[in-house]
């Protein structure tokens, strides 16, 4: 794991080519996003938590909207 980033009652992971957000309470994985060929480096939430940001192994940052897993 790269990464880990705890928001109220969901916390995010990131490892390789992958984000994941997960439930705190019940430990479950409620979204995993992936992207091919490039490695996660970094992920946050934003301070609404209702998006996260992530930084990616060719120096893009990406953001992703969590109701919609893009």
Do not use: H
């Amino acid at each position: 794991m790269k990464e880990l980033m705890i928001y109220s009652e969901v916390f995010a992971t990131s490892s390789f080519n992958n984000i994941r957000i997960w439930n705190a309470k019940n430990r479950q994985e409620l979204l995993k996003i992936q992207v091919p060929n490039l490695e996660c480096r970094t992920v946050s939430f934003t301070n609404d938590g209702k998006s996260i940001v992530s930084g990616w192994s060719d120096a893009k940052i990406k953001a992703f909207y969590l109701n919609q897993g893009d």
